[in-house]
């Protein structure tokens, strides 16, 4: 169980390949009231390559995720075992990790992506500094400071989205199913 566990706290590190370091992005919490009616129930499975180690495989991980005005609510599992959870309400975000899980998964990082995929572009836009931009392209939208883009998001199908973020170095591939019932 203990390999389990590290394969999928690699993915899960992936984003951050040393001991966090200050972020390269600026750091989004939206609150989820800007989602308005927005509602979203998915299991979802993420796979991360590091950007540096292109033909090396990609790590997974499964995830159920429920957003919607009242918060965010993310569980990441391992081989049916929950490692991390993670809740938003706009104020606090909580944190529940596997003892296991290393301290090099950033939740503040995991946020920030799930902030620019699932909030519309005029809150991200809102709550970006002085400098930096959320701009619609042909592909998708990227994240840019001084015009160079830092993060490019594109949505190939409506179950599919992948970040390139060459500022931190990986590549995330989200896909996307409605969770039952939802």
């Known amino acids: ?29 939206l609150p989820p009231a800007a989602l308005g009616s927005a509602r979203f129930a998915l299991n979802q499975r993420l796979s991360v390559t590091r950007l540096d180690q292109p033909d090396a495989p990609p790590q997974r991980v499964e995830v159920q995720l429920q957003l919607d005005a009242s918060g ?5 599992f ?27 998964v950033d939740t503040d990082r995991m946020l920030r992506d799930l902030c620019l995929t699932f909030w519309p572009a ?25 015009g160079q883009a830092r993060l490019a998001l594109s949505r190939p199908s409506t179950k599919l989205v992948e970040i390139v973020n060459t500022a931190e170095g990986y590549r995330l591939l989200i896909e996307s199913q409605p969770q039952e019932g939802a």
């Open 122 to 146: 005029e809150a991200v836009r809102a709550a970006l500094p002085e400098g930096w931009a959320w701009v619609d392209t042909a592909a998708g939208q990227e994240l840019q400071l001084g």
């Open 72 to 76: 965010l609510l993310l569980a990441g």
């Open 1 to 29: 169980m203990n390999r389990r566990l590290l394969l999928i706290t690699a993915l899960l590190t992936a984003c951050a390949s040393k001991p966090p370091a200050p972020s390269a992005l600026p750091l989004l919490r």
């Open 78 to 104: 391992a081989f049916g075992q929950r490692v991390l959870l993670m809740q938003w309400n706009g104020q606090d975000l909580s944190v529940q990790r596997h003892p296991m899980l290393p301290a090099e």
